[in-house]
């Protein structure tokens, strides 16, 4: 039975609270000042699960190497998420390409948290998904890094470009546009890749007898079958501000969070959460720091976020 696509479209400033199974996000990029932090913090308020997956990419490590660059609200969505597994939301990190340094740390489960390179998921109605990012099977990011990270860097400047271009389309009345999605859409050699692309990871969950595939890494979010196989992506934080959501009955549907109300709305970053039972997102008393701290490691920033890294040495292994 294939997956039936549904398309939801959630408005922040509603006070309505959803609940799901599961839910899944994927490249958030921390670390890059097109991280839509705000959306996402607003996104998590209103959505809560039993199990949450962020499928890759959450930081991006490719550019805190090349320029530091990190904001106040990067260390509220830590916060939040950290909050969210104290209070029995199991989280599944499976690492991506732009966050490979946290290998390190595979297979280490803290609390409610599993670092892992890809997982299966096992919905209500019996259909089991890998979960992975996806890079595994993108052609250029598994065997020519150099040109994957030349690409990353063509990718931040036409978002740079994008900024400008939507300051000029909302003062004429329009609505926010992506120039990297429409570039993306209308190069026939970029259509073939993410053709190929979706092929692969169908082929390689049917190679694992699994129902379907979920995934990230190409920013474009999607359900639909592929190959006899149903291939669901998440898409991304950084454009479209996307995720997959599971009911309780097993359907799947693509959650598009309308992000142009959020960064508009004037609520900060650090108002108190209904849903955090009065913990606020922490840092509520000062405004964002929009400027770079002092350079560091990615590694260090995550050992810092999740302190208990440190013990990973002694640390419990993830059971299978």
Same mark, same amino acid.
């Given at each position: 039975m294939s997956q039936r696509t549904i398309l939801v479209i &959630? *408005?922040?400033?509603?006070?309505?609270?959803?609940?799901? +199974?599961?839910?899944? =996000?994927?490249?958030? @990029?921390?670390?890059?000042?097109?991280?839509?932090?705000?959306?996402?913090?607003?996104?998590?308020?209103?959505?809560?699960?039993?199990?949450?997956?962020?499928?890759?990419?959450?930081?991006?490590?490719?550019e805190l190497k090349h320029k530091w660059f990190w904001r106040e609200e990067y260390n509220l969505l830590? &916060? *939040?998420?950290?909050?969210?597994?104290?209070?029995?939301? +199991?989280?599944?990190? =499976?690492?991506?390409? @732009?966050?490979?340094?946290?290998?390190?740390?595979l297979g280490l489960r803290f609390g409610n948290v599993t670092l892992a390179r890809q997982a299966i998921h096992t919905g209500v109605d019996g259909r089991r998904y890998l979960v992975i990012h996806g890079h595994q099977c993108d052609g250029v990011a598994h065997f020519n890094q150099l040109f994957d990270r030349l690409g990353s860097r063509i990718y931040q400047r036409l978002l740079d470009v994008n900024i400008y271009l939507n300051r000029i389309r909302r003062r004429l009345g329009f609505g926010r546009w992506s120039l990297a999605a429409y570039l993306k859409q209308q190069a026939k050699r970029a259509v073939k890749h993410v053709s190929n692309y979706e092929e692969a990871l169908a082929q390689m969950a049917r190679m694992q007898k699994l129902?379907?595939?979920?995934?990230?890494?190409?920013?474009?979010?999607?359900?639909?079958?592929?190959?006899?196989?149903?291939?669901?992506?998440?898409?991304?934080?950084?454009?479209?501000?996307?995720?997959?959501?599971?009911?309780?009955?097993?359907?799947?549907?693509?959650?598009?969070?309308?992000?142009?109300?959020?960064?508009?709305?004037?609520?900060?970053?650090?108002?108190?959460d209904a849903s955090d039972g009065g913990e606020g997102d922490g840092g509520?008393?000062?405004?964002?720091?929009?400027?770079?701290?002092r350079r560091r490691e990615p590694e260090t920033v995550i050992a810092e976020l999740f302190p208990i890294l440190h013990a990973r040495a002694g640390g419990n292994r993830a059971h299978d």
């Open positions: &959630q *408005k922040p400033e509603s006070a309505e609270t959803f609940s799901h +199974r599961s839910i899944w =996000i994927s490249d958030v @990029h921390l670390g890059t000042k097109h991280a839509q932090v705000t959306a996402l913090l607003d996104f998590l308020r209103v959505n809560e699960c039993q199990h949450l997956y962020i499928v890759g990419d959450l930081i991006d490590g490719w830590i &916060q *939040k998420l950290l909050r969210k597994s104290r209070k029995q939301t +199991r989280i599944t990190y =499976i690492t991506g390409n @732009h966050d490979e340094f946290v290998e390190e740390f129902d379907g595939v979920i995934c990230g890494h190409i920013h474009r979010a999607e359900i639909k079958p592929v190959n006899g196989v149903q291939y669901l992506n998440c898409g991304d934080w950084v454009e479209s501000c996307t995720a997959l959501a599971e009911d309780f009955e097993g359907n799947i549907r693509l959650i598009h969070f309308n992000e142009n109300h959020v960064l508009h709305s004037g609520r900060g970053t650090g108002t108190p509520s008393s000062r405004p964002p720091n929009r400027g770079r701290s």
